[in-house]
T-cell receptor, first 114, second 115 residues
Framework: AQSVTQLDSQVPVFEEAPVELRCNYSSSVSVYLFWYVQYPNQGLQLLLK??????LVKGINGFEAEFNKSQTSFHLRKPSVHISDTAEYFC????????????FGSGTRLSIRP | ETGVTQSPTHLIKTRGQQVTLRCSSQSGHNTVSWYQQALGQGPQFIFQYYREEENGRGNFPPRFSGLQFPNYSSELNVNALELDDSALYLCASMEGTGVGRSEQFFGPGTRLTVL
């Protein structure tokens, strides 16, 4: 069975500092990996996804993530954060391109300090 | 282009009651998925509807049921409400059924409180 573990429930960082949000997954088959962002009182928005190919994936708002199959990780990074990046971030996984569901992690709350 | 919309925004019910939540999919999308997001947790997949048929279901009891209409809008019905049903219910629409092939677009959610 698939599962997603987000190792940090909260990550506080100062504005303009770099950030890494950690995500590990488990699955017995090839997976597709996603990062979503949820701003307060809003639905989820896709930041980026890994389907195949290059293990470094670039997304919106300056975020990127690296797929590491040997470590079953898909960590999200941004070199310099802004106040507007304050939100909840969810790592997620699905099995195969035809899968109907996405399994989400429990989320990491990113808080940016001025 | 109109995005995914959900109604109502907030809802308060008591234990044992029934509730219906509504979702209008984004233009051109024929698939709707429903997720439950409890406070402090990630969304959990309830089920997916594709062209009016259920196309996958998560680990939720039968009192959670759904419908999809010919215009691809959808309803989530929950019978015999329990306190643990209190959550944000998210609807997502997409074209086709494979989440790896197409992007899901989420609505803002309906906040259900069960007292």
């Amino acid at each position: 069975a698939q599962s997603v573990t987000q190792l940090d429930s909260q990550v506080p960082v100062f504005e303009e500092a770099p950030v890494e949000l950690r995500c590990n997954y488990s699955s017995s088959v090839s997976v597709y990996l996603f990062w979503y962002v949820q701003y307060p009182n809003q639905g989820l928005q896709l930041l980026l996804k890994y389907l195949s190919g290059s293990t470094l994936v670039k997304g919106i708002n300056g975020f990127e993530a690296e797929f590491n199959k040997s470590q079953t990780s898909f960590h999200l990074r941004k070199p310099s954060v802004h106040i507007s990046d304050t939100a909840e971030y969810f790592c997620a996984v699905s099995e195969g391109s035809s899968a109907s569901k996405i399994i989400f992690g429990s989320g990491t709350r990113l808080s940016i300090r001025p | 282009e109109t995005g995914v919309t959900q109604s109502p925004t907030h809802l308060i019910k008591t234990r044992g009651q029934q509730v219906t939540l509504r979702c209008s999919s984004q233009s051109g999308h024929n698939t709707v998925s429903w997720y439950q997001q409890a406070l402090g947790q990630g969304p959990q997949f309830i089920f997916q509807y594709y062209r009016e048929e259920e196309n996958g279901r998560g680990n939720f009891p039968p009192r959670f049921s759904g419908l999809q209409f010919p215009n691809y809008s959808s309803e989530l019905n929950v019978n015999a409400l329990e306190l643990d049903d209190s959550a944000l219910y998210l609807c997502a629409s997409m074209e086709g059924t494979g989440v790896g092939r197409s992007e899901q677009f989420f609505g803002p959610g309906t906040r259900l409180t069960v007292l």
